[in-house]
DNA sequence: GCGTTCAATGTACCT
DNA sequence: ACAGGTACATTGAACGCG
């Protein structure tokens, strides 16, 4: 019978070493089903030298391996741009692939294999056309002897499914979003001896359900429950805000300790580590939003609550119940009202932010062939390049095996010096996708580089400024045809959304799609210099960069000789003084000369520059200000310092009265030292970047680590610790304290005003005569004038 | 023994 | 585990002085 799916999950199921693949989907009717591929072809290439006798060695591989391979032929290829004869070696089962490849190419003739490290599924939707989250088409037969899954049918097929071309509607997905609470009275919940006390649940039909542990906190039976609630829901999605890192490992533990099995999902497995340090849940899309974290990066403190609000997802109560007080709310009967609607409020949080993000990872994972529970906790080299081994399948391009590679830095963007102090009227102009643009402009990619003593090929070369690397001038390489076609699709999709007046379904897939296809383009330059690439070829990204700052710097030079003022510039931008009948026609110029497009961004009516570079402040037009590098927008500097230097810049620019800014520093320098700033605002916030006992020196942050630690919590790299300074001797490491254990009385107000707020707003003032020293020497003098006062 | 100087360490930002 | 360029605070050893 003819199938019609919408493609949601998919997985190799291994068994006495055959491997098939589950395609796990919706059909038209909205029926859950399994689709099982027995038939799955396993291959890999092996290279020639040149000259190479292919079909005698062909033949020697079918003799000496006939139990293993089954076909071979010989076939053109291209590696890093160079064609070359391979022999595509077909295998009985996957799993022996990488063996037989390892035989393989120590052949004689021979001179590497590759693709052997292709993962199934991967091979699978790249040779057959098909995409993760779309709908095909497919010859099926129903299948009875699947035992343990939960389909509501179950197919085998025979061949591969064919995408259908109308793709853009996703069926109505079932989705759970949970949230998990611990009972510990003594720091970070442990799953040998801390019990789950409540997990709630919220559905995409609105529906709540909580599962409460007993009196006696035990989770034996919530455990059970939820497992029955997800089995008769049946989830397609199941959300959660760090269930990768924590939850999902904490419940196997609990589970296990009580005698069963974590086997929720659609096949009766438990959850298990995938690839990209994701966990799997078979059939089930496991997504963690704490993986979309890096999406966001001005959210400074990563938690559930900061990130749902950052999107807009607000919950009506405004508590947040710290972890170390959850066993507190549960010992008190008049608190656990309270507890479990924290926890409900956490299940909205998640549910409410999904549905923000849904779209966004369903065209990321298409663009990418990456399964959608896969896509969100892939880091970006590897989504690009799962982008570019599809399109590397379209010209025939042999994926390149991942080497070791040293780390040898080269030079990047070009900053210019700022020029300090107020400026009015600044125009922004900006290079267009400027790397993305110069790759496509210089077609540089890892097939056009002509390598040092290589001779000139005959339809010519672009020479990189500088550093001299050489890229033939046609054909289009691999990375000019990638970038070329993600900025034409995402030009179309911007075009199309355009002529949509209001906001649509259809809109918003568009505008998730072109963010997708963004941020894929966007980071190719990256890739191309990261020695993790599997197309990794230094010169490529070097020469863009060489590029990028002989037209950064040529700009500059224009625009001097046009009579425009330049005041600053990074990497792809301008700051000019604004003159529109100037600008214009340097805009103009500098696209003749240097063929690619710039931009007037904005104009800001006014711009502070200190003497430093990437760090400024400018007041646009509607009043709202830009603030950018200074503390304002750090997340490592106290919440007053930060209110200080932001309150002095809005002086400064819309005011423009220094007098008046530093009345406002005094008022709250006096209000530090009579200790009128809430303990919050003191709160110095600062990233774990290793274990503690590895840093050599003695720094706050992982004091204050350290102190949590040995009261039981469990922090790791990468978490944030939240530490004050205390008065007392010593230097000022041995002062730091975990916020929560700070009292305000002990609280170094010295230290916030002399290292947090005076530099904070000396930074803006000092351009304007005013030192730390002046700034000091105004408090003391107001300190005095109170004494006298007093006496 | 004490204050000053400066490289090293560490973190977070910009494009 | 996409790149390099940059600012800045704090530590801690080296240094100079008395």
Known sequence: MKLVFWLLDINTKIQNDNVDLWLWAIDKSGNRVLLVDHGVTAYFYAVLHDGAEGSYIAKNIMLSYRSIVTKTEIVQRRFFGKRVAAIKIYCK????????????????????????????????????????????????????NIPDTRATKV???????????????????????????????????????????????????????QFVASQNKDDTTIIQEFMTYIRSFDPDIIVSYGANRTDWTYLRERSHKHGFLLNFDRASSEPHKGVYGHVSTTGIVNIDLADFSNMFPEVKVQNLANFAKNLGVTIERKRIIDETSFADFWDTPQKNAELLQYGLDNAHRVYGTIKLLIDFSIQLSILTLMPLDQVMSAATGFRVESYLIKQAQKIGEIVPRRLE?????????????????????????????????????????????????????????YVAPEIGYRFRKS?????????????????????????????????????????????????????????????????????ASAWGRHIIWTSSQMAKNDGVEVIYGDT???????????NEKLQADIQQTLKLE????????????????????????????????LEVIRGDWAEVAKRVQQHVLEIILKVQSPEKAIEYVKSIAIDLQHNRIPLEDLIIWKTLTKPPKNYAVRAPHVQAAKMLIARGARLTIGDKVGYVIQTGKGPL??????????????????????????????????????????????????????LIDYF
């Open 572 to 582: 792809d931008s301008l700051f000019v003084k604004y003159d529109k009948t100037k």
């Open 155 to 209: 197919y085998s097929i025979n061949s591969p499914p064919i995408p259908l071309e109308n793709n853009s509607f996703t069926p109505d997905l079932r989705l759970l979003a949970f949230s998990m609470i611990c009972y510990s009275s003594e720091g970070a919940p442990k799953p040998d001896l801390n019990p789950v006390i409540v997990l709630s649940t919220v559905t995409n039909n609105g529906f709540e359900k």
């Open 598 to 629: 710039v931009e007037i961004s904005h104009v800001y009516v006014r711009v502070f520059f200190s003497e430093a570079k990437k760090r400024y402040a400018g007041l646009r037009q509607d009043g709202s200000l830009d603030i950018v590098g």
């Open 733 to 786: 490491f041995s002062r730091a304290i975990p916020y929560v254990f700070a009292k305000i009385d002990n609280v170094d107000s010295t230290y916030y005003i002399t290292n947090q707020v005076l530099p904070a707003a000396a930074r803006v003032l000092k351009s304007f005569n005013i030192t730390e020293r002046n700034l000091e020497a105004i408090i003391k003098e107001e300190k005095t004038k109170r």
């Open 93 to 144: 089962k996957a799993v022996q692939i990488a063996k037989v490849a390892e035989h393989i190419r120590k052949h004689d003739g021979i001179s590497d294999c590759y693709e052997d490290d292709i993962r199934p599924t991967m091979r699978y939707l790249r040779d057959n056309g098909v995409i993760p989250c779309s709908w095909h088409q497919v010859e099926a037969k129903e299948e009875k």
């Open 405 to 461: 590679q040293t780390y040898v830095p080269y030079t990047g963007g070009l900053v210019l010096l700022p020029k300090p102090g107020l400026h009015e009227n600044i125009a922004v102009l900006d290079f267009k996708s400027m790397y993305p643009n110069i790759m496509i402009t210089y077609n540089l990619s890892p097939d056009t580089y002509i390598q040092a003593g290589d001779p000139e090929p005959s339809e010519g070369v």
């Open 475 to 543: 054909p289009p390489g691999f990375y000019n045809e990638a970038l070329t076609h993600l900025l034409n699709i995402r030009a179309a999709i911007r075009q199309k959304m355009k002529q949509q007046t209001t906001r649509t379904v259809e809109y918003q897939v568009l505008n998730a799609r072109q963010k997708a296809l963004k941020i894929i383009t966007n980071a190719i330059y990256g890739y191309a210099g990261w020695i993790g690439a599997r197309w990794y070829i230094k010169p490529v990204a070097e020469a």
